[in-house]
């Protein structure tokens, strides 16, 4: 059975460099985002710093641009910017993983790194089994399959996935995204002492549980952290319909916070709140940096509906994960920023201090364009009704005052590539930092108050980048290209 893994590992990094030109050729391969070498790329899996490195693991099907058998792939960082590609850590190779090494994660006990992940099973008919299995390393590269160490129990489907370990107060727990035999989503707790054996202690919240009504048939990838006073339960429930502004997406992604009560198994939330309100974010993970900081990677993607169809498939490969991103509990809600790191990247900075808007007068900037750059936008004295900055052809982000409605609208990936649109309430805009890569951007919008990520298919020399207002509007603007991180 081990030289069978060798084998499938191999067939994947032999597929990989089969198809490397034709994925390197891509217009769309993004310059600072990690991507697959070539397949399919979706859940950030295993975020852990060991060793003095940060890991990242991501599930991946090397061999088509559709969801299949996953492995894990692999990146190493130093510096959260720069990245090495590392041998896929798991492969589907065993009887209780044989369809697909499904999302889990990563902690450090005694030296050693602990890989937990589920493993799919389906029989001929295609009935689901599910198994939440361990793997582990010395050096962070060479993994030891251990199997399975807890099996569904009894009152849930095989929808029983994505275990999310963590410690607290000298002990082990971890949250299991699960289904009901009632086909309602909640999220489990067990506990252990030595990351071997595992108690199972009971839902901590769900679909009909604490003061939610109906919360749709499946929550996905729950992770459980402290953050300021509060405890907070980033999760990703299937089957929300859409209210107003919000649940827009085919899934969604948010959190609560509030207060978990380890001992009776209970947790008092608050509200539901979407963690970005884009169009491309899902199944996002955290861990703690070497200096203390919170950090969580998402996946800058979601099941895709109809015809809507990414035209990198044409090049063998689809989907990227998001930046990093630093997590601040604040004013009541939870911030998110991206990693200081970063800056690193900056280059050829242009700066233009205390731009006055006319109204209606549409303005552009020589330098203050380009397809891959960082912009950062200061409103310092608002006398206008709306404010917007057009990207290319393919991307417009939009302020109405009055309304109090940010929005982001894009070029949709149907044939007819109609625009689309994403928005929320905010009670004043007065700063913007944009991340715009070949096919994808990134708004943090007040520091971290809200995030919208989506990814974008403008035409490759869309270079244009144009401010409005409706009204007087002084603002100053800081624009950077980015450098490359690598050549994946």
Not at 344 to 354: A, P, Q, S
Request: net charge negative; proline share 5%; with cysteine.
């Amino acid at each position: 059975m081990h030289q069978e893994l060798n084998n499938l590992k191999r067939k994947a990094h032999e597929h990989a460099e089969a198809y490397k030109h034709v994925v390197a050729d891509d217009p769309y391969r993004l310059h600072y985002h990690l991507m697959p070498p070539v397949g399919l790329l979706n859940d950030p899996n295993g975020f852990i710093y060991f060793k003095g490195k940060y890991h990242i693991f991501y599930q991946w099907n090397p061999f088509e641009t559709a969801h299949g058998a996953k492995f894990w792939g692999h990146y190493i960082s130093e510096d959260l910017v720069h990245w090495d590609k590392a041998p896929a850590a798991l492969a589907p190779d065993q009887w209780y993983d044989k369809n697909g090494c499904y999302s889990g994660s990563a902690v450090v006990s005694d030296g050693e790194l602990y890989l937990f992940y589920t493993g799919n099973v389906k029989d001929e008919a295609g009935n689901r089994e599910s198994y939440q299995c361990l793997a582990t390393s010395h050096d962070g590269i060479h993994f030891e399959k251990k199997g399975p160490v807890i099996h569904v129990p009894p009152g849930y489907t095989a929808h029983f996935r994505d275990p999310k370990v963590f410690r607290h107060e000298n002990k082990w727990y971890m949250v299991i995204g699960a289904q009901t035999e009632a086909e309602e989503g909640v999220v489990v707790l067990y506990s252990s002492e030595d990351l071997l054996n595992w108690s199972f202690l009971g839902p901590i919240t769900g679909s009909r549980q604490n003061q939610l009504g109906d919360f749709g048939y499946m929550w996905e990838c729950p992770d459980l952290f402290p953050l300021g006073d509060k405890d907070v339960l980033i999760v990703s429930p299937q089957g929300l319909a859409p209210q107003g502004f919000k649940y827009q997406n085919v899934f969604q992604t948010g959190y609560f916070a509030g207060e978990v009560d380890y001992q009776n198994v209970r947790y008092q939330h608050g509200d539901f709140t979407e963690l970005d309100k884009g169009f491309d974010f899902y199944a996002p993970q955290t861990t703690l940096a070497s200096d203390g900081r919170r950090l969580l990677f998402g996946w800058m993607g979601n099941s895709e509906e109809g015809d809507a169809r990414q035209p990198t498939h044409e090049h063998e490969w689809i989907h990227a994960l998001t930046l990093p991103r630093e997590l601040e509990w604040k004013d009541g809600r939870l911030y998110q920023k991206p990693v200081r790191e970063l800056k690193h990247l900056r280059k050829d900075n242009i700066e233009r201090k205390d731009v006055t808007f006319e109204s209606a007068n549409p303005v552009s900037f020589d330098g203050i364009n380009g397809n891959v750059f960082e912009l950062e936008v200061s409103i310092i004295d608002w006398n206008a009704r709306s404010f917007s900055i057009k990207i290319g052809k393919a991307v417009k982000i939009r302020y109405d005052t009055m309304e109090g409605i940010l929005s982001l609208e894009r070029e949709g990936f149907t044939p007819d590539k109609e625009m689309e649109s994403r928005k929320c309430y905010l009670e004043n805009l007065h700063h913007l930092q944009i991340y715009k890569d070949t096919s994808s951007v990134e708004v943090f919008v007040n520091h971290g108050e809200e995030v919208f990520t989506a990814r974008i298919f403008d035409e490759p020399d869309a270079q244009s980048l144009v401010f409005q207002s409706d009204g007087q509007l002084t603002a100053s603007l800081n624009k950077w290209n980015l450098e490359r991180i690598t050549e994946f």
